[in-house]
Nanobody
């Protein structure tokens, strides 16, 4: 599976962005998916995860209520809708896939990673 993240950019605090992660391969619908981020000088951290069908999601507390993860298996794509962005959301955002139905908040459990897309939120 190859993952291609896109949609990052420079926005102001309070704005919204939608990130996309396009996956290759015919088995996308069997994979749990996740979004992670890494800010400068910090470790990679969990943002959100979604199961194979989209029926189950989970979020980091710091984004809960502001971010929404979703997926379209017909398009082999997972999304991260980010609303009410804050300067502390500035980071490179990575999508990841795991070869099982349910994702995880642990980066080490993921099998495939995209290249990342930069989100910069100005105050």
């Amino acid at each position: 599976v190859q993952l291609q993240a896109s949609g990052g950019g420079l926005v102001q605090a309070g704005d919204s962005l939608r990130l996309s992660c396009a996956a290759s391969g015919r088995t996308f619908s069997n994979y749990g998916m996740g979004w992670f981020r890494q800010a400068p000088g910090k470790e990679r951290e969990f943002v959100a995860t979604i199961n194979y069908s989209g029926s189950t999601t989970a979020y980091a507390d710091v984004v809960k209520g502001r971010f929404t993860i979703s997926r379209d298996n017909a398009k082999n794509t997972v999304y991260l809708q980010m609303n009410s962005l804050k300067p502390e959301d500035t980071a490179i955002y990575y999508c990841a896939a795991v070869r099982r139905f349910y994702g995880s908040s642990r980066a080490t459990e993921y099998d495939y990673w995209g290249q990342g897309t930069l989100v910069t939120v100005s105050s």
